[in-house]
Structure formats: C-alpha cells, structure tokens
C-alpha cells in the first residue's frame, strides 16, 4: 500500500514548525531557487504540497501548470508575516470553477 506524502515549501522561518510534525520541509532562500525546488518536489510523489503565500508569488505559472493534474493538491499557506490572501482566493477560484458562481463574494461566473 503507498502512503501519501505531503511537503512545506517556504522561508525556512515560515516552515520550520512543520518539520516538527514530520512533514518534509523545503526552504527556499530566493526567487531563482522556488522554481527548481518546487519542480523537484512535483517529481517526488508529493500528494499535497503547501507552499507560503510569498513563495507562490513567484512561481504562480507554475503552480497553475501543477493545477491542472489530479495530485499533487497545491495549497497556499500564510508565512510568518501573516497573509497575502492568495489562498482565499484560490478557494474562490476552485469554488467559482466547480459551480460556476462567486459563492464567497456572490459574483456572477463568467
């Protein structure tokens, strides 16, 4: 039977806790590196990746090419500077796709 496996990528300061939980963490120490470091977890066989708001920032072609397959599921997270509200509206962009309709802010789906 195979277990999913689920990785943090992020500021080292942002992911640190969740080394502690037995999660593989990934800290990334600038913009030219999150793009080779989240290609390398997508190959590792991650079913849930969780990236901090501020590193998704920089790799969101990316990350929308990884949303388009059925795993790994992408999630932004806030760092420890608090959110940027990408992940509120990844939920609402989910949401809006899979009804057709802005539930969270009751916008009309194109």
């Given at each position: ?19 502690a939980l037995g999660v593989a ?55 420890n500077q608090g959110t940027l ?5 990844q939920i609402r962009r989910n ?16």
């Amino acid at each position: 039977m195979s277990m999913y496996k689920m990785a943090v990528i992020g500021d080292k300061d942002s992911i640190l806790g969740f080394k502690a939980l037995g999660v593989a963490t990934y800290p990334v120490r600038g913009e030219e590196e999150t793009p080779r470091v989240l290609s390398r977890v997508a190959r590792e066989n991650y079913a849930v990746i969780c990236i901090t708001e501020n590193v998704a920032g920089q790799v969101l072609p990316q990350l929308e090419e990884l949303n388009k397959k059925l795993l790994p599921a992408i999630l932004f997270i806030p760092n420890n500077q608090g959110t940027l509200g990408l992940g509120m509206e990844q939920i609402r962009r989910n949401a809006e796709k899979a009804i057709g309709a802005d539930i969270l802010f009751g916008k009309e789906g194109s």
